[in-house]
């Protein structure tokens, strides 16, 4: 699954010089910070001695939520996350 959502880290280094959509950049980033914390969440699995399976679980949640959002960005063409992503920033 973290080859999945590290392909637009690949995405975005391959178009270094290419301009790129909001979008990617949002995702982008958004995959990274799913990626890094379902490593945490392993990390501190094998850490607290949890069995492997609750933090897989745990892991598919976090990617299920952010699955779905996106999913209802495409259905309704409706940005959600990258709006409130960049207001954040400001």
């Not at 958004?30 to 850490?47: K, P, S, Y």
Request: charged share 15%.
């Amino acid at each position: 699954m973290m080859c999945v959502l590290l392909y637009d880290l690949f995405w975005f280094a391959i178009t270094h010089d290419q301009s790129r959509p909001r979008e990617l950049k949002v995702w982008t980033t958004v995959n990274v910070v799913i990626v890094a914390a379902c490593l945490g969440i392993q990390l501190l699995g094998i850490i607290a001695g949890w069995d492997w399976i609750a933090t897989e679980a745990m892991c598919l949640l976090l990617v299920g939520a952010f699955s779905v959002i996106d999913l209802i960005e495409i259905s309704t063409n409706k940005v959600i996350l990258g709006e409130w992503i960049v207001r954040l920033g400001q």
